[in-house]
Protein backbone atom coordinates (compact mmCIF):
# COMPACT_ATOMS: atom_id res chain seq x y z
CA UNK A 1 0.00 0.00 0.00
CA UNK A 2 1.08 3.21 -0.80
CA UNK A 3 2.11 5.23 2.26
CA UNK A 4 0.92 9.25 0.74
CA UNK A 5 -0.94 8.98 -2.56
CA UNK A 6 -1.44 11.96 -4.68
CA UNK A 7 -3.23 12.26 -7.34
CA UNK A 8 -3.59 12.57 -10.65
CA UNK A 9 0.44 11.98 -11.56
CA UNK A 10 0.41 14.35 -14.66
CA UNK A 11 -2.49 17.46 -14.78
CA UNK A 12 -2.33 19.62 -18.46
CA UNK A 13 -4.59 22.02 -18.23
CA UNK A 14 -5.55 25.66 -19.87
CA UNK A 15 -4.81 28.81 -18.29
CA UNK A 16 -7.95 30.44 -16.36
CA UNK A 17 -9.33 26.94 -15.50
CA UNK A 18 -9.56 25.81 -12.03
CA UNK A 19 -8.37 22.26 -10.75
CA UNK A 20 -7.69 19.94 -7.48
CA UNK A 21 -5.09 17.60 -6.38
CA UNK A 22 -6.04 14.84 -4.21
CA UNK A 23 -3.77 13.74 -1.66
CA UNK A 24 -4.66 10.77 1.08
CA UNK A 25 -2.14 9.12 3.43
CA UNK A 26 -2.91 5.84 5.45
CA UNK A 27 -0.24 6.18 8.17
CA UNK A 28 -2.23 8.00 11.11
CA UNK A 29 -0.29 10.96 10.67
CA UNK A 30 -1.95 13.99 12.31
CA UNK A 31 0.27 16.24 10.02
CA UNK A 32 -0.30 17.20 6.12
CA UNK A 33 1.90 19.41 3.83
CA UNK A 34 1.67 20.68 0.49
CA UNK A 35 5.13 21.52 -1.06
CA UNK A 36 5.99 23.31 -4.49
CA UNK A 37 9.04 22.38 -6.80
CA UNK A 38 9.45 25.07 -9.34
CA UNK A 39 11.38 24.12 -12.74
CA UNK A 40 14.72 25.03 -10.89
CA UNK A 41 13.70 21.91 -8.80
CA UNK A 42 13.81 24.40 -6.03
CA UNK A 43 11.35 22.87 -3.13
CA UNK A 44 9.21 25.43 -1.09
CA UNK A 45 6.36 24.51 1.77
CA UNK A 46 2.97 25.82 0.94
CA UNK A 47 0.43 24.99 3.23
CA UNK A 48 0.43 22.58 6.20
CA UNK A 49 -2.93 21.54 8.28
CA UNK A 50 -2.44 19.12 11.78
CA UNK A 51 -5.46 17.58 12.70
CA UNK A 52 -7.56 19.04 9.98
CA UNK A 53 -6.20 22.71 11.02
CA UNK A 54 -3.91 24.97 8.94
CA UNK A 55 -0.88 25.72 10.65
CA UNK A 56 1.33 26.98 7.93
CA UNK A 57 -0.18 29.47 5.16
CA UNK A 58 3.29 30.51 3.23
CA UNK A 59 2.28 34.24 1.21
CA UNK A 60 0.68 31.79 -1.28
CA UNK A 61 -1.63 33.31 -3.84
CA UNK A 62 -5.42 32.94 -2.39
CA UNK A 63 -6.38 31.05 -5.68
CA UNK A 64 -4.87 28.55 -4.28
CA UNK A 65 -7.14 27.15 -1.64
CA UNK A 66 -6.05 23.61 0.55
CA UNK A 67 -8.80 21.74 1.76
CA UNK A 68 -8.55 19.01 4.28
CA UNK A 69 -11.65 17.02 4.86
CA UNK A 70 -10.39 14.67 7.52
CA UNK A 71 -6.72 13.98 8.46
CA UNK A 72 -6.14 11.90 6.65
CA UNK A 73 -6.56 13.86 2.97
CA UNK A 74 -5.45 16.72 2.32
CA UNK A 75 -6.08 18.64 -0.75
CA UNK A 76 -4.83 21.55 -3.19
CA UNK A 77 -7.74 24.23 -5.17
CA UNK A 78 -5.95 26.39 -7.96
CA UNK A 79 -8.29 28.93 -9.54
CA UNK A 80 -7.73 30.52 -11.99
CA UNK A 81 -4.50 28.60 -13.18
CA UNK A 82 -1.69 30.91 -14.82
CA UNK A 83 1.54 29.89 -16.56
CA UNK A 84 3.65 30.21 -13.35
CA UNK A 85 1.89 27.68 -11.24
CA UNK A 86 3.16 25.22 -13.55
CA UNK A 87 5.36 23.08 -10.75
CA UNK A 88 5.62 19.73 -9.64
CA UNK A 89 3.37 19.76 -6.37
CA UNK A 90 4.59 17.24 -3.42
CA UNK A 91 1.97 16.22 -0.60
CA UNK A 92 4.05 14.76 2.49
CA UNK A 93 2.89 13.98 5.79
CA UNK A 94 4.27 13.40 9.74
CA UNK A 95 3.13 11.99 12.55
CA UNK A 96 2.59 15.17 14.32
CA UNK A 97 4.08 18.49 13.87
CA UNK A 98 6.60 17.83 15.75
CA UNK A 99 7.58 14.80 13.78
CA UNK A 100 11.11 14.95 12.36
CA UNK A 101 10.23 12.93 8.94
CA UNK A 102 8.52 13.77 6.23
CA UNK A 103 6.63 11.25 4.35
CA UNK A 104 6.42 12.53 0.57
CA UNK A 105 3.79 11.36 -1.87
CA UNK A 106 4.85 10.80 -5.64
CA UNK A 107 4.16 14.21 -7.35
CA UNK A 108 1.86 15.78 -9.41
CA UNK A 109 3.44 17.30 -12.47
CA UNK A 110 1.07 20.53 -13.35
CA UNK A 111 1.26 21.86 -16.69
CA UNK A 112 -0.83 24.83 -17.54
CA UNK A 113 -0.75 25.39 -21.27
CA UNK B 1 19.57 35.17 3.43
CA UNK B 2 19.86 31.54 1.89
CA UNK B 3 19.20 29.24 5.41
CA UNK B 4 20.57 26.47 3.59
CA UNK B 5 23.11 26.21 0.77
CA UNK B 6 24.49 23.50 -1.06
CA UNK B 7 27.36 24.60 -2.74
CA UNK B 8 27.60 22.04 -5.56
CA UNK B 9 25.23 21.79 -8.39
CA UNK B 10 26.89 18.80 -9.45
CA UNK B 11 28.92 15.85 -8.97
CA UNK B 12 30.35 12.64 -10.10
CA UNK B 13 31.57 9.95 -8.43
CA UNK B 14 33.03 6.19 -9.37
CA UNK B 15 31.00 3.20 -8.80
CA UNK B 16 32.02 1.74 -5.64
CA UNK B 17 33.52 5.24 -4.61
CA UNK B 18 32.65 7.37 -1.65
CA UNK B 19 31.35 10.51 -1.90
CA UNK B 20 30.42 13.59 -0.07
CA UNK B 21 27.80 15.93 -0.55
CA UNK B 22 28.12 19.30 0.88
CA UNK B 23 26.00 21.32 2.76
CA UNK B 24 25.98 24.27 4.93
CA UNK B 25 23.01 25.99 7.17
CA UNK B 26 22.40 29.18 8.78
CA UNK B 27 19.85 29.44 11.81
CA UNK B 28 19.89 31.42 15.51
CA UNK B 29 17.69 28.81 16.53
CA UNK B 30 19.20 26.27 19.28
CA UNK B 31 16.59 23.52 18.58
CA UNK B 32 16.63 22.15 14.70
CA UNK B 33 17.13 19.43 12.65
CA UNK B 34 19.06 18.67 9.23
CA UNK B 35 17.64 16.30 7.05
CA UNK B 36 18.94 14.46 3.23
CA UNK B 37 16.56 14.01 0.84
CA UNK B 38 17.38 11.72 -2.37
CA UNK B 39 15.00 12.27 -5.57
CA UNK B 40 15.86 10.24 -8.20
CA UNK B 41 15.04 10.79 -12.08
CA UNK B 42 11.32 9.09 -11.50
CA UNK B 43 10.56 12.00 -9.13
CA UNK B 44 9.86 11.23 -5.31
CA UNK B 45 11.46 12.48 -2.79
CA UNK B 46 12.90 9.59 -0.52
CA UNK B 47 14.35 10.47 3.09
CA UNK B 48 17.57 9.02 3.76
CA UNK B 49 18.72 10.43 7.22
CA UNK B 50 18.09 13.22 9.79
CA UNK B 51 20.58 14.94 12.21
CA UNK B 52 19.20 16.96 15.39
CA UNK B 53 21.43 19.69 16.81
CA UNK B 54 20.83 18.24 19.83
CA UNK B 55 22.21 14.83 19.08
CA UNK B 56 26.32 13.80 20.13
CA UNK B 57 26.66 11.32 17.55
CA UNK B 58 27.07 11.99 13.80
CA UNK B 59 23.73 10.07 12.40
CA UNK B 60 24.36 6.82 10.01
CA UNK B 61 21.65 4.99 7.74
CA UNK B 62 23.28 2.01 6.18
CA UNK B 63 25.76 3.70 3.39
CA UNK B 64 24.50 7.01 4.27
CA UNK B 65 26.24 8.94 7.19
CA UNK B 66 25.88 12.95 8.12
CA UNK B 67 29.22 14.64 8.91
CA UNK B 68 27.81 17.30 11.33
CA UNK B 69 29.86 19.95 12.22
CA UNK B 70 27.78 22.08 14.19
CA UNK B 71 30.87 24.97 14.99
CA UNK B 72 30.87 25.37 11.40
CA UNK B 73 27.17 24.71 10.51
CA UNK B 74 27.43 22.06 8.05
CA UNK B 75 26.27 18.75 7.81
CA UNK B 76 27.65 16.61 4.95
CA UNK B 77 26.38 14.00 3.28
CA UNK B 78 28.31 10.62 2.81
CA UNK B 79 27.64 8.08 0.91
CA UNK B 80 30.03 5.01 0.91
CA UNK B 81 30.57 2.16 -1.99
CA UNK B 82 28.50 4.32 -4.64
CA UNK B 83 26.02 2.48 -6.36
CA UNK B 84 24.84 3.25 -9.96
CA UNK B 85 21.02 3.89 -7.99
CA UNK B 86 22.55 6.59 -6.21
CA UNK B 87 22.27 8.51 -9.07
CA UNK B 88 19.60 11.18 -8.24
CA UNK B 89 19.46 14.67 -7.03
CA UNK B 90 19.84 14.87 -3.17
CA UNK B 91 18.48 17.34 -1.09
CA UNK B 92 19.82 18.74 2.42
CA UNK B 93 16.73 19.98 4.29
CA UNK B 94 16.77 22.26 7.53
CA UNK B 95 13.57 22.09 10.53
CA UNK B 96 14.09 25.28 12.64
CA UNK B 97 12.34 25.08 16.02
CA UNK B 98 9.73 22.92 17.05
CA UNK B 99 6.22 22.56 16.40
CA UNK B 100 5.55 23.18 12.62
CA UNK B 101 7.00 20.67 11.01
CA UNK B 102 8.46 23.19 7.75
CA UNK B 103 11.02 22.20 6.13
CA UNK B 104 13.72 24.39 4.51
CA UNK B 105 15.30 22.77 1.05
CA UNK B 106 18.50 23.54 -0.49
CA UNK B 107 19.33 23.87 -3.95
CA UNK B 108 19.75 20.37 -4.35
CA UNK B 109 23.41 18.59 -5.71
CA UNK B 110 22.68 16.20 -8.69
CA UNK B 111 24.89 13.22 -8.40
CA UNK B 112 25.74 10.77 -11.61
CA UNK B 113 27.80 7.84 -10.35
CA UNK B 114 29.83 6.09 -13.50
CA UNK B 115 30.53 2.39 -13.92
Known amino acids: DTAVSQTPKYLVTQMGNDKSIKCEQN?????MYWYKQDSKKFLKIMFS???????INETVPNRFSPKSPDKAHLNLHINSLELGDSAVYFC????????????FGSGTQLSVL | AQKITQTQPGMFVQEKEAVTLDCTYD???????LFWYKQPSSGEMIFLIY??????QNATEGRYSLNFQKARKSANLVISASQLGDSAMYFC????????????FGQGTTLQVKP
Open chain 2, 51 to 56: QGSYDQ
Open chain 1, 49 to 55: YNNKELI
Open chain 1, 27 to 31: LGHDT
Open chain 1, 92 to 103: ASSRDRVQEKLF
Open chain 2, 93 to 104: AMREGRGTGKLI
Open chain 2, 27 to 33: TSDPSYG
